[in-house]
């Protein structure tokens, strides 16, 4: 088993940043790829960025050039670095892991709000 545990949600002002953390502890060494969701209510929970374990990343268009993803193997933790926030970027945001990177992900946060409102 794999436990994520999320941080770094918050209020921002638009065009602010943030920096989302996720650490992963249990069998962590079975994690392959790892990602970023995000859901607002009413909506699907959509598929933000992407990283595997080979450091090959992928993203939303919504947020290309404005969002890094990141991966800090020692500390078994992503990072989700987010600038030129907008009010659309507002969800709810999930940190999930997988140990096959073709397969669907298995493991999931808690969820961290992220607020972009003036």
């Known amino acids: 088993q794999v436990q994520l545990v999320e941080s770094g949600g918050g209020l921002v002002q638009p065009g602010g940043s943030l920096r989302l953390s996720c650490a992963a502890s249990?069998?962590?060494?079975?994690?392959?790829?790892m990602g970023w969701y995000r859901q607002v209510p009413g909506k699907h929970r959509e598929l933000v960025a992407s990283?595997?374990?080979?450091?090959?990343?992928n993203y939303a268009d919504s947020v290309k050039g404005r969002f890094t993803i990141s991966r800090d193997y020692a500390k078994n933790t992503v990072y989700l670095q987010m600038s030129s926030l907008k009010p659309e970027d507002t969800a709810v945001y999930y940190c999930?892991?997988?140990?096959?990177?073709?397969?669907?992900?298995?493991?999931w946060g808690q969820g961290t709000q992220v607020t972009v409102s003036s």
């Open positions: 999930a892991a997988k140990p096959v990177v073709t397969g669907p992900y298995k493991y």
């Open positions: 249990g069998s962590a060494f079975s994690i392959n790829a």
């Open positions: 990283i595997t374990r080979g450091g090959i990343t």
